[in-house]
DNA sequence: TCATCTGTATTACTATCATAGTACAGTAGT
DNA sequence: ACTACTGTACTATGATAGTAATACAGATGA
């Protein structure tokens, strides 16, 4: 499902944050799809539900998703706030993103395909066993 | 030089240890270089002295920098294998990215297409192309 | 109605992050 | 010796992050 580096300098509800954000872009999960309940994430990644809760809050205030008491978290990619000059912000992005890139020495080719890499949710950090 | 976000979920001391690892594994910063002083480098960047001391002290942990009472902190990266690192940034790099414009709200689909027409215009081809 | 699930809210506690200020020790130039 | 740098160390304070435990409110099915 998901996975924790509680070692990780970015914050764990920041983790899971990005996690399911990349998993509603890249199409995993789609409108309506129900997120798991509050409590059964945070077993499942023995975390604490708050910090779920957290997660899930700041998902809703972006737009990703909308609680429902007593029903659950859903996707919802109807009412997602958007930027006038996202456009613009997201080229100044990739701009610096390759710069950065090209500069460990990495070819076009090979950033393209660590690119995709990433984006289907492809981790690999160290695992034991 | 340096570009510090204090809104970051990302710690201040961690946001500027990866910029410095990246110039380090990048090239831009050679064996013997000096860093900017502590004191210096907190008032370029209007932070705190002590969070600079920090990522110092991480980067000499990590073996990166040496760090002299008096002198300053200097780049030893000695005949470390920067290879690993090269891609371990590369991956962080990529991740932010992702990220940053997942939250403006693009789909995968959609940052592939952006990152493949900026490749096109930015990257000089290989001679295998 | 009752049990059990769901999200939400609150309090308490610990650890980390970042700040501010002070002080001490080593190096170099005048 | 003096001055002005350098890194280092320490205390203190406030904001976040994460955990733990409890309670409340809405939804559902038996």
């Not at 990349?22 to 945070?42: Q, T």
């Amino acid at each position: 499902m998901y996975n924790i580096d509680s070692r990780s300098a970015i914050p764990v509800y920041e983790q899971l944050k990005r996690q399911i954000m990349l998993s509603i872009v890249s199409g995993r999960l789609d409108d309506g799809d129900k997120l798991p309940s509050i409590r059964e994430l945070a077993a499942a990644l023995r975390i604490n539900p708050n910090t779920v809760a957290k997660t899930y809050r700041q998902l809703e205030t972006d737009g990703f998703v909308t609680s429902r008491k007593g029903l659950g978290v859903f996707i919802t990619t109807g009412n997602r706030e958007l930027q006038s000059n996202r456009i613009e912000i997201f080229e100044e992005l990739t701009d610096e993103y390759i710069s950065k890139a090209a500069g460990l020495g990495l070819t076009a080719d090979e950033i393209m395909k660590g690119l995709e890499r990433s984006l289907k949710g492809e981790i690999e950090h160290d695992k034991n066993e």
